[in-house]
């Protein structure tokens, strides 16, 4: 019996490693495509196959090299280095699928116009603004017993399921799935379906006219999540998820459930998909789930025009080269909304909630010192860079409620000295720099018999770096905590510790920055140099930056604070600023992405970032993280250095 459980397992463990199941779905999916393709497989080394398909069989065997065959399927991240290194053109490959684990590339093939290409390369604007209208008009037309006009785009050859959901005044009051032989009749059954979705109140031609109109369309590439990615607690919120078992139970999650419905955790997530399809937990491991990608878009508020979504959220666009003026402009208006955000949701004793639910419309009034005096500095800064006392009116508020609130004790408390450090870095922001010493001096005696932390000690090393050429004992102090927090984290990277959140340690960036400026310290300098590719090396795709190493979970709070740290130096880490810059932006709350909020509650997300992907929380920390590093990007492009570094600001 031990020997054949052993047996199981390392078949098991052999199957993740190959990622024997997710090939064969591919396999599978790939033979009723095409009678026979090439595929180049990097899953454990580099080799071709070739699929063909039989009459009553799927034929895969090695093939010799090929040169641009049809299908790439690698490990995650790795096609980049194929394309540039082996035998593909990179610039005619679509990604079709990925994950953590997997990425599927296809050919494109030039001869075919692009409105006879796959849905799964895409669809152009024009295609989805004709589709959204399409379904509006279906819908009036049902409402008033008329024929609906016909439509020029969404007839591809092509079976296509589509997801249609419908939100008026920030309320979801239908959401439907349904399969058609086109994109066109799909839209039509689902709008017919939509009038009949008896789990929300009858729609109106009235609200037909106000409501947007969010249309997904469903990838057809189903590929089954491992045991690992089944085993994890965060889930990738821009994918499809589909459950199914043998009795012919089945359900589908898309990206839009998670702008109605909260989950603690994927285990949760997966649990009431596997209810909604009337399968009982019990048998929840053995049951099949398969993810896949979608195109999913919506109207846009104005109602001119179409945004594309990602998850929840626009989708992010970003260019590796962006004008200065054009990057400017978009930095001062991301800013101004996210300061404003900041300011309009003070409270009258003069703090700020931590945590704003934009769907309940709750507000957080608990005591939270620290993240209170770290939204006043990044008022501050907003209100210098834009010019406007109305930020800085807010700050000066706000610091007197912590001044008042906040209570020295001899025992060191975390939070305690972090709203010191904070506070000193306040005083920094209004030209107060002796106030400022005087801050640092106190916190210095809180940090020395403080436990580790590398934020609490990275944030102490910054603020008493800067006081450096004036004050040897904080200079030296200033070193020990940087060179302490750097061991650790060059222990993590030697360990490769995948738990470890990266976030704790950006602040390295600055503190070496300011220790080697004043010291002329060449060898600080490098090992700044050194913490700084690193973490551009391990940003994400769409300009995010990963939790922990290897994982593909973003959250804003941890991408802001990198990105504050990075935007020290604006010219030589344009590139991976911009990118970060672009996915922040993608988060902000705006007109367009508050579809899905009720209309009372909209006013107090409007400027705030998305937690994540999956959680539409604000976090006060988050949006004070973004505020400071657009204030340090529009210095660099100002000419200027960053004034949020006390350093600067005094010479």
């Not at 006013?603 to 973004?626: C, E, K, Q």
Request: net charge neutral; aromatic share 8%.
């Amino acid at each position: 019996m031990r020997l054949m459980q052993l047996l199981v397992r390392k078949k098991i463990e052999l199957e993740e490693r190959l990622l024997l199941p997710q090939l064969d779905a591919f396999f599978r999916w790939a033979s009723e495509k095409h009678e026979t393709a090439t595929v180049l497989i990097a899953i454990d080394g580099k080799e071709c196959r070739t699929i063909q398909k039989t009459r009553d069989h799927l034929k895969v065997q090695a093939a010799p090299v090929i040169r641009n065959p049809l299908f790439i399927v690698c490990r995650n991240a790795a096609f980049k280095e194929l394309a540039e290194g082996f035998i593909l053109e990179a610039q005619t490959c679509v990604p079709i699928f990925r994950s953590s684990m997997l990425e599927i590339w296809e050919r494109r093939n030039s001869n075919i116009p692009e409105h006879n290409q796959p849905t799964r390369f895409g669809l152009s604007d024009a295609e989805k603004l004709s589709l959204l209208a399409q379904a509006r008009q279906e819908l009036r037309a049902l409402l008033q017993n008329e024929v609906a006009p016909k439509h020029p785009h969404g007839a591809r050859a092509e079976d296509a399921t589509i997801a249609l959901a419908i939100w008026v005044r920030g309320t979801l009051r239908a959401s439907i799935v349904t399969r058609g032989p086109t994109l066109s009749t799909a839209i039509r059954s689902a709008a017919k379906e939509a009038l009949h979705d008896q789990r929300f109140a009858p729609l109106s031609s009235d609200d037909v006219d106000e409501a947007r109109i969010e249309i997904t369309v469903l990838h057809d590439l189903r590929i089954p999540l491992s045991q690992r990615e089944r085993a994890q607690r965060t889930f990738d919120a821009t994918k499809g998820y589909y459950i199914s078992d043998n009795a012919g139970h089945y359900a589908y999650y898309l990206p839009e459930v998670l702008n109605f419905e909260r989950f603690a955790d994927f285990q949760q997530f997966l649990a009431r998909l596997a209810a909604k399809a009337n399968i009982p937990e019990e048998q929840l491991p053995s049951t099949r789930v398969e993810t896949f990608e979608v195109c999913d878009f919506i109207d846009s508020a104005n109602g001119q025009g179409v945004c594309t979504l990602r998850g929840t959220m626009p989708a992010a666009t970003f260019a590796h080269e962006v004008s200065d003026d054009a990057l400017r402009s978009d930095l001062t208006r991301v800013l101004g909304a996210a300061a404003e955000h900041i300011a309009s949701n003070q409270i009258a004793n003069g703090s700020f909630p931590c945590v704003i639910e934009p769907l309940s419309g709750k507000i957080g009034t608990g005591i939270d010192l620290p993240r209170t005096a770290l939204a006043a500095e990044a008022l501050l800064h907003a209100g210098n860079t834009l010019k406007n006392d109305v930020f800085q009116k807010a700050a000066d508020k706000a610091l007197a409620y912590v001044s008042r609130t906040h209570i020295e004790k001899d025992t060191p408390s975390f939070s305690r000295v972090l709203t010191l450090l904070y506070r000193g870095r306040a005083a920094q922001a209004r030209g107060q720099f002796d106030e400022a010493h005087g801050i640092a001096r106190t916190a210095s005696m809180g940090i020395q018999s403080a436990p580790y932390d590398p934020i609490l000690f990275l944030l102490a090393s910054s603020l008493f770096a800067s006081f450096g050429k004036q004050d040897a004992e904080l200079s030296r102090i200033a070193h020990r905590l940087t060179e302490t927090a750097l061991a650790d984290f060059s222990r993590t990277l030697e360990t490769d510790r995948a738990d470890v959140n990266i976030a704790l340690f950006p602040e390295l960036i600055p503190a070496l920055h300011i220790l080697s400026t004043l010291h002329s310290d060449r060898s600080l300098a490098v090992r700044m140099s050194s913490v700084t590719e690193w973490y551009a090396r391990h940003q994400q795709q769409d300009g995010s930056f990963p939790k922990s190493i290897g994982s593909p979970y973003s959250y804003v709070r941890g991408t802001a604070k990198i990105f504050e740290a990075l935007a020290i130096d604006g010219a030589k880490n344009r590139p991976a600023l911009t990118a970060a810059f672009a996915w922040l932006k993608s988060m902000q709350y705006t007109e367009d992405s508050t579809f899905f909020t009720p209309e009372a509650q909209r006013n107090v997300a409007l400027g705030g970032f998305r937690y994540d992907m999956s959680t539409p929380d604000i976090w006060l920390d988050a949006t004070s993280h973004v505020v400071i590093g657009v204030c340090r990007m529009l210095d660099h492009l100002n000419g200027k250095n960053p004034t949020t570094l006390g350093i600067r600001a005094r010479e």
